[in-house]
């Protein structure tokens, strides 16, 4: 595959195969669906590595779904890996 851009335009055909629409309706609702999608299992995913690290604390909800949050006994922790980072 060429680039990104080609497979997400194909994967939105693939999903949505009767979808047409101009260059500047492919960007705004195409691509970004897409992007959408993909940022989200990425988003999960480094969730839950961090969760497994104990670097941040998942509360399950019932009416809204898990919540997520700093875990402050890992706050020294999480600084040295951004100033790491950073450097």
Do not use: C, F, H
Not at 3 to 10: A, G, H, K, N, W
């Amino acid at each position: 595959m060429e680039s990104e851009i080609e497979y997400d335009i194909l994967a939105y055909l693939s999903n949505n195969p009767e979808a047409g629409d101009t260059v500047e309706g492919i960007i705004e609702w195409w691509l970004l669906e897409q992007r959408i999608k993909s940022e989200t299992e990425k988003v999960k995913s480094a969730l839950s590595r961090l969760v497994a690290k104990g670097l941040i604390v998942e509360n399950k909800r019932k009416s809204s779904g898990a919540y997520y949050r700093v875990n402050r006994r890992k706050y020294g922790k999480i600084k040295s890996i951004l100033k790491d980072r950073s450097q």
